[in-house]
């Protein structure tokens, strides 16, 4: 007969708040509601281990959209190109499941947050977002640019990795320093995760030339990791969000289905989303101008008083 004892049994605690929630989550986009879980006590002896809260299903659908995308990736842009296979029908189709998926991961950390404010969390809650994160928003969309620099026509390979790599790393150093770095309230600093590889996408599904390509996918990778703040998305922040979400997912379909011109559509809203990605650093920057003058103001007609 095994005797258990109860205190080494783990059990519920307050969760404390997230820290480095990339909701981005919605992440940017998105990846965006803070990881404020509230987690009830309980007598109950199950082990921690075992207690997946619904915000931690939700975490869970996240990180298995992201390997999805790997997947349709691999088997249906990489491997065709590799065996000389290729069907431009079938490739078209599969780069923009991996691209619906990984916008599907993006809901899925948007309402992971804000199920994990309304309800509880487990104590994992956290650790298991960021590793959800990397999954679809590090390696999901740098393994997108590293295949696109071996299937397009005029990409280097190696210089696509070297980006892919960038891109992911990245991703890596964000989700690392916001775990561990407190975050001004109502926003993140550095471009969410999610809103960052959905701008690495679409820069990809543009396509420009190699170079301006491969330059601009550093960028965004640089912003990810920069200190330019970005609102995190609430209320009616969130729901424009979701509805640009869909709104893509729409344009994807439409190109993968070669409707009448669902190529033009695509690639207005690629050009929409690289825009946007460079505009909000843009305001960001002239707010904090303006704020640290008027700062300055303040402390003149203080000292003059």
Not at 77 to 97: W, Y
Not at 122 to 143: Q, R, T
Not at 233 to 262: E, N, Q, T, Y
């Amino acid at each position: 007969m095994t005797v258990i004892d109860p205190d080494a049994q783990a059990a519920w605690a307050p969760a404390e708040r997230r820290a480095g929630k990339d909701a981005d989550s919605a992440d940017g986009y998105a990846e965006y509601a803070d990881y404020d879980e509230y987690a009830d006590d309980s007598d109950d002896d199950m082990p921690l281990s075992t207690r997946l809260s619904i915000a931690d299903t939700l975490t869970l659908g996240n990180a298995t959209c992201g390997f999805m995308a790997v997947y349709f990736t691999t088997t249906g842009v990489l491997i065709p190109h590799l065996t000389g296979s290729e069907d431009g029908g079938m490739a078209r189709h599969s780069a923009a499941t991996a691209v619906v998926l990984m916008l599907m991961a993006s809901v899925f950390d948007l309402f992971d947050g804000l199920v994990a404010r309304k309800l509880r969390s487990s104590a994992m809650g956290a650790e298991l977002d960021n590793l959800s994160d990397l999954i679809s928003f590090g390696l999901a969309p740098a393994y997108f640019v590293a295949v696109w620099g071996m299937v397009a026509n005029d990409a280097n390979q190696r210089v696509s990795v070297v980006a892919a790599i960038v891109v992911l790393l990245a991703v890596v150093l964000r989700l690392a320093r916001f775990s561990c770095v407190p975050m001004r309230n109502g926003v993140f600093q550095g471009m969410p995760g999610p809103f960052g590889a959905l701008t690495v996408i679409s820069i990809v599904l543009l396509e420009l030339p190699f170079l301006p390509t491969a330059v601009a996918i550093v960028g965004v990778a640089w912003l990810m990791v920069s200190r330019v703040e970005y609102p995190k998305p609430r209320g009616r922040l969130a729901v424009a969000m979701l509805c640009w979400i869909v709104l893509s997912m729409g344009l994807l379909c439409a190109w993968a289905f070669d409707a009448p011109g669902g190529e033009l559509l695509l690639q207005t809203g690629c050009a929409l989303q690289v825009v946007l990605g460079a505009v909000i650093p843009l305001f960001a920057t002239a707010r904090r101008v303006h704020a640290f003058r008027d700062n300055r103001r303040e402390a003149r007609a203080a000292a003059q008083g």
